[in-house]
Structure formats: C-alpha cells, structure tokens
C-alpha cells in the first residue's frame, strides 16, 4: 500500500517562495498521475498541477508560471516549487497518486469542463498535507 507524507510548508509574506515534498513510500506503478492539490479553510478542494510518469506537467490558470511540479525518481520524491505566493494560495497543500488517466482527466479539469469532485476518485492515495500561510 502507498504511503505519501508532504512536507515544506510554512508561513512566509506575499512574494515569497517555498517547495514542498512529498516523500512517496512503498510501490508506485510504472504508469500513474500525481497531483498536488490545496484546499483552504471553508473553500473547496482545488487542483494545481500534476505530473505523470514522463514528467509532463499541467498546471491551472491560477498558478501557472508560479509553481511548478517536479519528481527526483531516485528518491521517490515529488515537488512542488512555488513562487510569488500570494495570500489567496494559503492552504492546506496536499498530494496524491492516481491512475494514468487522471493526468489526462485532470487537463479537463484545468479547462473547467469537469467538476474535480467527479475526478478525486482516480486519485486513491493521499497524503495528509502541509500548511502553507501567506501573509500580505
């Protein structure tokens, strides 16, 4: 069974820079989607990038050109850079691992024609998140 742990988040002022990690234990298949998503107090659930197993990226509107995706292979690591943070991305950041195809669902996602909530269940393993806080 997968086990993912994110890691990196903390509190910085608007501008600011952080990357987080996320630590993947135990087995993955050779083809998958892992995602990052936030979720901030009484807001729902948001998708902000994914990667799949060759390393294609897509990214919403919201954050591109900000944060970018990346996974170290040797160290089962996944990434999440993210730069000129802006108080509205304070959240509870969290990431996943899911089917190949959720990579390809979630670029629909990304083009608001499909609701996430019709998309988390191709994303079965979750970590349990890290709190990112930006501060005008």
């Known amino acids: 069974q997968a086990h993912l742990q994110e890691s990196g988040g903390a509190s910085v002022q608007a501008g600011g820079s952080l990357r987080l990690s996320c630590e993947i234990s135990?087995?993955?298949?050779?083809?998958?989607?892992m995602g990052w998503f936030r979720q901030a107090e009484g807001k729902e659930r948001e998708g902000v990038a994914t990667?799949?197993?060759?390393?294609?990226?897509r990214y919403p509107a919201s954050v591109k050109g900000r944060f970018t995706a990346s996974k170290d292979n040797i160290n089962n690591t996944l990434y999440l850079q993210m730069n000129n943070l802006q108080p509205e991305d304070s959240a509870m950041y969290f990431c996943?691992?899911?089917?190949?195809?959720?990579?390809?669902?979630?670029?629909?996602?990304?083009?608001?024609?499909?609701?996430?909530?019709?998309?988390?269940?191709?994303?079965?393993?979750w970590g349990e998140g890290t709190q990112v806080t930006v501060s005008s």
């Open positions: 990667i799949d197993q060759d390393g294609d990226t």
């Open positions: 135990t087995y993955i298949p050779s083809r998958y989607c």
């Open positions: 996943a691992l899911g089917s190949s195809a959720a990579c390809i669902t979630m670029q629909r996602y990304y083009a608001r024609r499909v609701r996430l909530e019709d998309i988390i269940p191709s994303f079965g393993v």
